[in-house]
């Protein structure tokens, strides 16, 4: 049986992702380097202090943020936002997190992921939740990140729930509780995206001060799918946990 596109899906709040770990790892998916925080900096830091352990795979390492800049061409760049990210977990209180990359082109991985390789490394890391961006989001690594994970955690018992990055701050929210400052050091550790520390590129990407104050003041919002013949529920209350996935299929 296939799987209905886009998913169904049903909100969820941390506690209820941290439960549903069921003392397994949480992975992140980020298709770039600073998703992670930017969608689920309050997560982590929660996982960190419930004690459960936490992993982040980055599909991509950013390196197309700045086209045409001399002082950090692309490889340079990839390896300036790898280090960024485990900056920012540091900053978050995960500094001992595994991080993985897998090294897809940034705006390619609609062409160059593998829903195998990435189901690979989510059973290396013993993942419990895999929280990956949210088919919402309108850029397209996030969308493409989104139906590999379908993918890569079919026939597991790994629960899968997406966060909103873009599809967030597009629609704004309600203000977060949390170690807000926290996310917020956390978010400024990915300073190739904030302000103007690499200047030498004319339509290179830039977080403004407007994004920031919602991607870290704002309440993260996380969805969990619902596959095959469950029945879709838009408002549960309390929120529930997510199901594991059993729908039956090969990953490719």
């Known amino acids: 049986m296939t799987n209905r596109w886009p998913p169904r899906v049903f909100p969820l709040d941390a506690a209820a992702i941290i439960r ?11 298709p770039h380097p600073d998703d992670e925080t930017l969608g689920c900096g309050l997560l982590i830091a929660a996982a960190v202090r419930a004690g459960i352990s936490v992993a982040v795979i980055a599909l991509t390492d950013g390196q197309a943020s700045h086209p045409g800049s001399r002082r950090w061409p692309p490889a340079v760049l990839g390896r300036l936002r790898r280090a960024e990210l485990r900056r920012a977990m540091a900053r978050l209180g995960a500094g001992s997190a595994a991080v993985r990359f897998m090294g897809w082109h940034d705006g390619n991985v609609a062409s160059e992921g593998h829903a195998l390789a990435l ?54 929210g309600p203000r977060a509780h949390g170690p807000i400052a926290a996310k917020r050091w956390a978010a400024r550790a990915h300073r190739s995206q904030v302000g103007g520390y690499i200047a030498d590129a004319a339509e290179g990407f830039r977080l403004t001060a407007g994004h920031l104050a919602s991607f870290t003041g704002e309440v993260e919002v996380f969805t969990a799918a619902r596959r095959g013949r469950e029945k879709a529920r838009s408002r549960p209350s309390p929120p529930p946990q997510p199901r594991p996935i059993r729908t039956p299929a090969r990953a490719r």
Not at 24 to 29: E, K, T, Y
Not at 144 to 170: E, H, I, K, P
């Open 20 to 30: 549903a770990t069921g003392g397994r790892r949480l992975v992140i998916v980020a």
């Open 119 to 172: 189901r690979r490394v989510l059973t290396e890391l013993g993942a419990g939740v895999v929280v990956v961006a949210s088919p919402r989001d309108h850029h397209p690594d996030h969308q493409a990140g989104w139906r590999l994970s379908v993918v890569a955690t079919r026939g597991s018992d790994v629960a899968l729930v997406s966060y909103a990055v873009w599809s967030r701050v597009d629609a704004g």
